[in-house]
Nanobody
Framework: QVQLVESGGGLVQAGGSLRLSCAAS????????MGWFRQAPGKEREFVAS????????RYADSVKGRFTISRDNAKNTMYLQMNSLKPEDTAVYTC????????????WGQGTQVTVSS
């Protein structure tokens, strides 16, 4: 059974930092792009960041550029999202995902972890 499990969410004050982790099991994603998405209350899910299988290619939403850093450790089948200078508008459920069937299609999703940034 393939699972993506997020951890590291929590409550932090504005300006603070959090590091999210996404641990994969049941399948190795070392050759697939993985990404982070988030969904705030009353809003649609939005793309946050993605990272290529090698780690050389990264993409970020404009809203998080310069503040968030995505990385991965293929030996551990784990992806990370370092979030600095957090803002209240970053409050959301953060979910990791992995491509599998074809590029651009995220076939596997985690359950999400809550990030709450207080002002």
């Amino acid at each position: 059974q393939v699972q993506l499990v997020e951890s590291g969410g929590g409550l932090v004050q504005a300006g603070g930092s959090l590091r999210l982790s996404c641990a994969a099991s049941g399948r190795t994603f070392s050759r697939q792009t993985m990404g982070w998405f988030r969904q705030a209350p009353g809003k649609e899910r939005e793309f946050v960041a993605s990272i290529s299988w090698s780690g050389d290619g990264t993409r970020y939403a404009d809203s998080v550029k310069g503040r968030f850093t995505i990385s991965r450790d293929n030996a551990k089948n784990t992806m990370y999202l370092q979030m600095n200078s957090l803002k209240p508008e970053d409050t959301a459920v953060y979910t990791c995902a992995a491509e599998w069937s074809r590029p651009g299609r995220y076939d596997y999703w985690g359950q999400g972890t809550q990030v709450t940034v207080s002002s």
